[in-house]
C-alpha cells in the first residue's frame, strides 16, 4: 500500500495557531481602523451639527422625505436625525418625555425646531422628537418626526 505523501505534510499545531493569531491581529487592526473613521466620521457630524446652520439642501431633504411620505399615504415621517449625544442631556429629557424637551436642543436640531415653531406648527403641523435606537440600551440616535395629520378625527 503507498502512502499519501500529503500527509506528510501536515502543518504543526504551532503553524497554526500562529495563522489563527496572524488572522486576528489583522482583523482587530481592521476593526481599529473602522472604528477610527467611524470616530472621525461622528466627530465631523458633531463639529458640523454644532457650528453651522441648516443648509438649502437640508431643507430640501426633508421637503422630500416629506413628499415621499404623502405619496405613500402616510401623515408622519422622520424627517431628521443626530446623536442624543448632542442634546444637553445626552436625549435624557426626549427619552422621558419631557415637556422642556426643546431646550436640549443644539446646533442644526435647535434650529430645525425653531424653524418648526416659526413656520410648522402655525401651518398645522406637529413635531415630535423620540430616541431612535438603544445601542448597549442606552439612548442613541434622536429623531425628528413631523405630523400633519388631521386632529379632528
Same mark, same amino acid.
Given at each position: 500500500?503507498?502512502? %499519501?505523501?500529503?500527509? %506528510?505534510?501536515? !502543518? ?5 495557531? =500562529?495563522?489563527? +493569531?496572524?488572522?486576528?491581529?489583522? @482583523?482587530?487592526?481592521? $476593526?481599529?481602523?473602522?472604528? $477610527?473613521?467611524?470616530? %472621525? ?5 458633531? #463639529?458640523?451639527?454644532?457650528?453651522? =446652520? ?9 421637503? @422630500? ?12 415621517? /422622520? ?8 442634546? +444637553? ?6 427619552? #422621558? ?5 426643546? +431646550? +436640549? ?7 430645525? &425646531?425653531?424653524? &418648526?415653531?416659526?413656520? =410648522? ?8 422628537? /423620540?430616541?431612535?435606537?438603544? !445601542?448597549? =440600551?442606552? !439612548? ?10 388631521? %386632529?379632528?378625527?
Amino acid at each position: 500500500m503507498s502512502q %499519501d505523501k500529503s500527509f %506528510d505534510q501536515v !502543518p504543526s499545531a504551532d503553524h497554526l495557531r =500562529g495563522q489563527l +493569531t496572524e488572522a486576528q491581529r489583522k @482583523r482587530a487592526q481592521a $476593526d481599529s481602523l473602522k472604528f $477610527d473613521a467611524r470616530a %472621525d466620521e461622528l466627530m465631523n457630524f458633531a #463639529n458640523d451639527f454644532l457650528s453651522r =446652520g441648516v443648509t438649502e439642501e437640508e431643507i430640501a431633504k426633508v421637503r @422630500r422625505v416629506i413628499d415621499a411620505a404623502v405619496k405613500d399615504g402616510k401623515y408622519e415621517a /422622520m424627517v431628521y436625525s443626530f446623536p442624543s449625544s448632542l442634546c +444637553t442631556d445626552n436625549g435624557r429629557a426626549i427619552n #422621558n418625555a419631557e415637556k422642556g424637551w426643546p +431646550t +436640549t436642543l443644539q446646533g442644526k436640531a435647535k434650529e430645525f &425646531y425653531e424653524r &418648526y415653531e416659526a413656520l =410648522g406648527r402655525p401651518a398645522g403641523f406637529k413635531l415630535k422628537a /423620540m430616541i431612535i435606537s438603544f !445601542p448597549n =440600551g442606552v !439612548p442613541g440616535d434622536v429623531g425628528l418626526f413631523l405630523n400633519w395629520e388631521d %386632529d379632528k378625527y
